[in-house]
């Protein structure tokens, strides 16, 4: 935005198209780059609205170091929106949170890259402010088209849940398999979701490269997979490994189910004597106020 020596005074009149272009592209959080010409200066009265456009990171226009000037205003138009301190001292009142944002920032400006891009992104995530989620979408898509993994997951998760732009599970379930197939875990468990439904043998199959990489979801979900369909044995090895991993829900169905009372719901089949699969009773141990499991089974001499 070209500003010439008293080009906003204009901007006094509640009808004025400038005035409406500026107030628009500040509340829509546009990149606005002011550029200052000889002798322009801020309004004292600025009008409420575009008061803001004050705060934005400007670049003083001068022919003589021409060249310079027109460099720091590429180098702004590919950083994308930039906060500046003030603001970002209103967003948040953790110092650790500002000190991170304002690093980001100036990674954005320096590197452009796709990392810098989704740091950014997490950053704003972490305002816990609505009014940034598209910024968070757009800094993610910008990532993701790069080819960053993590971006491209985060992206999905975007329109997964439809934040910062319209929900969308086949756009969602794109973007997770972009991002799956860098072998990303966190993205193979979120795909294999998308087809937890609709194919099986691909829904395992993503759960299990998942928990190779040590993915502690995956090895829970596997766990409860081969419960339902009475493979204990596999079942209780995938908890534990969830549960090694940290994995609460995993460690809870350790402790609570397989007891040594739970398992062992067959005799060893290599004994003459044929067995029968027992049947598992879940009752409430009034004495400890939780459930608990008994496996009954009957023999065939």
Not at 184 to 212: G, I, M, P, S, T
Not at 266 to 290: A, D, E, M, P, Q
Request: proline content about 2%.
């Amino acid at each position: 935005m070209v500003l010439p020596e008293n080009g906003l005074d204009r901007c006094k009149n509640d009808s004025d198209w400038v005035r409406k272009e500026v107030a628009y592209a500040i509340n829509a959080k546009k990149n606005i780059i002011p550029i200052m010409m000889r002798n322009f200066e801020f309004p004292k009265d600025l009008p409420e609205d575009i008061d803001e456009l004050r705060n934005f990171n400007a670049i003083s226009a001068n022919m003589e170091y021409f060249e310079a000037s027109f460099s720091k205003l590429l180098s702004m138009l590919k950083s994308g929106q930039e906060l500046p301190l003030e603001k970002i001292n209103k967003l948040t009142n953790d110092e650790s949170l500002q000190k991170e944002i304002t690093e980001c920032l100036e990674d954005v400006r320096t590197n452009n890259s796709a990392e810098s891009k989704f740091k950014l992104a997490n950053c704003y995530k972490k305002l816990n402010n609505s009014s940034y989620n598209e910024e968070v979408a757009k800094l993610y898509m910008q990532s993701a088209e790069l080819g960053y993994a993590p971006a491209q997951n985060a992206l999905g998760d975007c329109y997964y849940y439809g934040v910062g732009v319209e929900k969308n599970i086949e756009k969602a379930a794109n973007w997770y398999k972009l991002s799956a197939e860098h072998d990303y875990a966190v993205a193979q468990y979120n795909l294999a979701y998308c087809y937890k439904y609709h194919n099986e043998e691909l829904y395992l199959e993503l759960f299990k490269r998942a928990a190779e990489q040590g993915n502690a979801d995956s090895l829970y979900e596997l766990g409860k997979y081969y419960e339902n369909n009475e493979k204990y044995s596999c079942a209780k090895e995938y908890y534990e490994r969830a549960s090694d991993l940290g994995h609460k829900k995993a460690l809870k169905k350790i402790n609570r189910k397989f007891s040594k009372l739970y398992w062992w719901a067959k005799i060893n089949k290599k004994s003459n004597r044929l067995c029968t699969y027992g049947k598992l009773y879940r009752v409430f141990n009034w004495r400890f106020g939780c459930s608990c499991y008994i496996v009954s089974y009957r023999r065939n001499w």
